[in-house]
């Protein structure tokens, strides 16, 4: 009887773990680039809100229906060819990396830290979506699973909306 060499089981890093890596080096190289070139001082990031019901119902709105686009297409795993697959791919990537773009310009202008104190939840929130969306890729998770993944996304999204509408200076 030969020995059999024992191996550490090879560990793959979680999905929650690469995509916050991701968008927050995303949104790192946008800040940089904006700082670097001058590029964010441009900006006008002067702010539109009012801080009225309206406001905040349309920003949670806008918010829940994209990261609940990314959490809800992991259950159409079965169903995927590979030209759908593809597509949700590019999807989620047109879904995630304006979102960090755009947070990482505004951060580098000089008066964008303080119009941005809802940022570190919505990106927070978008990670736990598109996290979820990329380990449930192949196979699709348990409806509980997903109800409380987007109860979570959710009650993060309120949360930032109703401090992007109140919170952010207005004019």
């Known amino acids: 009887m030969t020995p059999v060499p024992i191996t550490a089981p090879q560990r793959r890093p979680r999905a929650d773990t690469i995509a916050l890596l991701a968008i927050a ?44 686009l990314l ?41 964008g830290p303080r119009l941005l104190p809802h940022a570190p939840l919505e990106l927070a929130a978008v990670t736990l979506a598109a996290a979820w969306w990329w380990r449930h890729n192949q196979t699709p998770p348990a409806r509980q699973q997903t109800a409380l993944r987007l109860a979570t996304v959710t009650a993060a999204l309120l949360l930032a909306a109703a401090i992007e509408t109140w919170a952010v200076p207005h004019r």
């Open 71 to 111: 959490i809800l297409a992991a259950h159409a795993a079965p169903l995927r060819t590979r030209w759908l697959s593809n597509t949700t791919d590019v999807l989620a990537a047109i879904v995630i990396c304006p979102a960090a773009i755009q947070a990482g310009l505004i951060a580098s202008h000089p008066d």
């Open 25 to 68: 080096a995303l949104t790192a190289a946008a800040y940089s680039y904006g700082h670097l070139t001058g590029h964010g001082a441009r900006l006008p990031v002067a702010p539109q809100l009012h801080g009225t019901a309206a406001e905040f119902t349309a920003i949670a709105a806008n918010n829940i229906a994209v990261c609940a």
